[in-house]
Every structure is written in C-alpha cells, then in structure tokens.
C-alpha cells in the first residue's frame, strides 16, 4: 500500500429469513446506519462487525462505514426494500476508495424472488469493484451457504459456536485474512462438501455431536499448516432454496489436495449421525410445573421453540400463556408481539384496567386470548442488550406496554417482534427477573448464555412457526432429509480459487 495505511470497506447485512410466514419483512423492520455511524455503533458490540471494526483499528487501519442494516430474523424480506439495499451497496463499491471489504452478512436472507440475498449482493458488490479487490465475509453458522458466495469473495467464514458467543472473533479474523492477501501472504482457496439435510434438533456446539464435529475439524485444520479455517455450516431451517444442507468448508493458502478429502469426511459425519440431531423438549404443563417447584433458586426461562423469533417466528404465540392462566399464583413474565394491543394499553395510560385481545394476529395456527388486567408500565421499547451474547447493541421493540394481569402474570407486549434472549428485553421494562418464578423467551440457544446464574433454561415444545415439528417445510424449492425423500448422498466437495489481487 506504498506506506499508507490500508483503506478497509465496512459493512452489515443481517436477516435470519423464515419462508414459513406469509408476510414480508419490510424497511421498517430494519434498524439502519450509514457512512461512519456504522463503525461507531459497532464499536465493542458483541458481533461479527464489532470483531472487524476492533481488529481493523488495531491493525491501524483505516475504516469506511458503508451501510448497515439489520433486523430481527423473521419473513422473507420485501423484494423492493432489499434491491433498495443493493443498489446502494453497489453505489458506494464504486468509488472503489478502499483495498477490501470486510461485512458482516447472516448468510439465510432471503426474499420471494431470491432465496440467496447474500449471494446476490456479493455478485453485484464483485460486479461494482472487479476482480482486484478482496472481499471478506464472517456469517452466522446458520448460514445457507451457496456457491455464489464462494465465488464471490475471497473469504467467507463462519462463526464457530452456537450459542455464537465467538462472533467478535470471526469478524477478526476476517479482517486478518484480507490483511495477509493485501500483503501477498494468502491465496485463499475454499473446498466445500454439502450434505442436504438439516438438523432437527441438538444443535449446541457446547455438547453432543456438533461438539465432536468441531473437534474434529479442529484437529483437521491444526495438522495442515495451509488450512486457514473450516467452517461448519448448520443451514437455516427455514430457507427454502435448491441445494440446502449441511456445508462444511475449508480455506486453504493455495490448493490443498487433501482438502476435498477432509471437507467430505466432516460432512459425511452429519450423514452418519443424523438420527442425533434431535431435540429434548419438554411439555408446556411439565414446565409450568418445574416453574412452580423449581430445581434451582432461581426462576426457570422457558424457551417458546414453536414460536422463536430467533428463527424468525413472529413471537405472537398465546400458549404458555393461556396455560399460565389457568395456574393463578404463579409469578412470571410472557412477551407477545401484538402492535393493537400495545395501541389500546396506551390510549388508556398507565394503571388503567382493561380488557384486550392479545396474541395470535400473526401466526394462522393461533387464536387471540383475552386477558383484563392494569396498565403498568409503557415505553418507546429500546434497550440496550446486556449480553454476552449481541452485548452492547440497540434493541428495539417498538412501543410497549406491560400488563399487570389478575393472576399474577405480567404481560410484555411489543410492537415489534424481539427474541427475548437477553435480560435487559424484562429488566428494561421494569419487570424483575428475580420477582418471578418463570420467563418466557423466544430463542432456543443464546439466552442459554445470557441467562446465565439468573433463570434455569428449559426447552418447550410449542407449536408455531419457528420449529421443525414434522411435515413443517413445504419445499417449494428445497429437497433435505428428514422433510424429504433424500436417497443415500454422494458427498463431493468443489473447490472455488480467486484471482490473485492486482
Ligand atoms: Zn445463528
């Protein structure tokens, strides 16, 4: 870079697409940042744009905010909002005033007309710079991975745990990858073999099969110095899309004849073990049970799998909570999204008494419950998220209400839909933790993390949206076991080289 400091593009694209819903996620779901306000908000954030932006000004470079949009995983996105985004990412690729680009991008973003959005932008973003100029990409692990997207950029990598308490790390080590190919050092090569299945279930890296996976890949990687990552891929769920499946994916500095051999034997492994990847969920009377005769000192967190908004359901399941009520005296807290409800509570302020319809407006399967209960709390519904996991970044809710309930239920409605994973979506609405004897949340791994020492997590069996029960997937597209009839696979890994930079 003849002495000047290396000029890096940074830029985020996230959205965890669910194709079941028959909405669209529009713009104003999204929470947006432009130019430099991108790399201020990311500062110290617990993501994969926090870990570029930390290891890129450690490295003294220079950072360039493009665009960062991002909203909760939910429906397909609008077809209209998303090309809006494109074309402004092209836009700003022009100038072409920067070495690399480094983003952060789920990698399941989907829209009607495009089941792989990432892959598409990747496409467009090579289109607007030419082949000189690197790009690097940390997704999520729950990434529909797709060839365009390896032939697109140089780097693309995933995070490694799950709950993704290593995002930071990836997006670090993102920027060090495009650091070592502007030096000349990298000639990233990536092998990738798929398997078309999707895990039920057991989906924790902490323990079980994927622990052992990831061990083994590990082992893989540290024994072949050329082996610069291997990613594991456990594919969205909810993508519908040709060739879904579990991805496993090795980088290596160069061709590695090894690589296919390694990257088929990984993924061979989920074909072996497929009969493992299943959940233990428990009944929602076996919960409220343990709710009220708990194990621990501490109340249980009761994950709401049906209608997990971290697997893009809209979080308006009336279940647990019309179970709650027929148990008066048990304390806990239930968040549903229902924008009308919120309306009614605020035209009657806080500590009036009413009666309202909530829950079941967005998800078919689902009536509303009507409740009566005080107005105690309202607010605009932003928070800061304590973490760890997503530490550090804005929440936004919408407006909110919090019903005091007859029975002793406190109902959190929002008008937006949020995952529920973090302490600060109750603490932040005046409801304590500590007070009640249960929470529901809507996300099935990370609150596992920041929950911890505060409430017990227990998976539930609910129906919705945001589960794999049997028969879930309609499959416009996509072909997987076990939703499909998949004959034995033949596994074959393909391999995507790039140019070197100019
Ligand atoms: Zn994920």
């Given at each position: 870079m003849n002495g000047r400091k290396i000029r890096l593009l940074i830029g985020r694209m996230s959205h965890e697409s669910n194709s079941l819903p028959d909405f669209r996620t529009d713009g104003s779901w999204f929470t947006e940042y432009r130019g430099e306000a991108v790399i201020e908000q990311a500062?110290?954030?617990?993501?994969t744009l926090g870990g570029i932006v930390k290891r890129a000004q450690a490295m003294g470079f220079e950072t360039i905010g493009s665009i960062d949009v991002v909203a909760p995983a939910s429906a397909l996105v609008d077809d209209g909002y998303y090309a809006r985004i494109r074309a402004e990412f092209a836009e700003r690729a022009k100038?072409?005033?920067?070495d690399a680009i480094a983003l952060d991008l789920h990698g399941a973003m989907g829209t009607d007309s495009i089941p792989d959005a990432e892959g598409d932008l990747l496409a467009a973003l090579r289109d607007a710079v030419g082949p000189g100029i690197p790009i690097g990409v940390g997704l999520d692990l729950h990434a529909h991975l797709t060839p365009k997207m390896l032939e697109k950029a140089e780097i693309v990598i995933a995070c490694k745990e799950n709950p993704h308490t290593d995002t930071v790390e990836c997006g670090e080590k993102v920027v060090e990858l495009l650091a070592q190919i502007l030096a000349g050092r990298l000639a990233p090569v990536s092998t990738v073999a798929r398997v078309?299945?999707?895990?039920?279930?057991?989906?924790?890296?902490?323990?079980?099969p994927l622990q052992q996976i990831h061990s083994l890949a590990r082992s893989l990687a540290e024994a072949h110095c050329e082996i610069h990552d291997i990613s594991i891929y456990n594919v969205n769920r909810f993508t519908d899309d040709f060739d879904m499946g579990q991805c496993v994916v090795v980088l290596s500095n160069g061709p590695l004849h090894q690589a296919a051999e390694i990257a088929e034997n990984i993924a061979a492994e989920f074909w072996h073990r497929r009969e493992e990847f299943r959940d233990l969920l428990i009944t929602v009377d076996q919960a409220l049970d343990l709710a009220a005769n708990p194990r621990k000192a501490i109340p249980v967190a009761l994950a709401d799998m049906g209608d997990r908004v971290a697997a893009g359901a809209p979080g308006d399941s009336p279940i647990i909570l019309k179970a709650a009520l027929a148990r008066p005296g048990l304390r806990g807290a239930i968040p549903i999204t229902d924008p009308a409800a919120v309306a009614k509570a605020r035209a009657a302020g806080v500590s009036a008494d009413i009666v309202v319809d909530v829950g079941g407006?967005?998800?078919?399967i689902f009536d509303s419950v009507t409740v009566r209960g005080k107005v105690r709390n309202l607010s605009d519904g932003v928070f800061i998220a304590a973490g760890p996991i997503e530490g550090g970044i804005r929440n936004e809710m919408g407006d909110t209400a919090v019903l005091d309930l007859e029975n002793g239920l406190l109902l959190l409605l929002t008008s937006r839909p949020n995952y529920a994973m973090d302490p600060q979506t109750f603490e932040s609405q005046g409801?304590?933790?500590?007070?009640?004897?249960f929470l529901v949340v809507k996300s099935g791994y990370h609150f596992k993390v920041n929950f911890d020492g505060l409430a017990e997590p227990l998976t539930v069996a609910t129906p919705g949206l945001g589960y794999p029960f049997p028969g879930y997937h309609p499959g416009k597209r996509a072909r997987f076991y076990p939703e499909h009839d998949v004959s034995e696979p033949n596994i074959k890994a393909i391999t995507f080289t790039h140019r070197e930079p100019q």
């Open positions: 500062k110290g954030t617990g993501s100038r072409r005033d920067f078309p299945m999707i895990l039920m279930g057991n989906g924790d890296t902490f323990a079980g407006t967005m998800t078919p409801i304590s933790i500590a007070a009640q004897d």
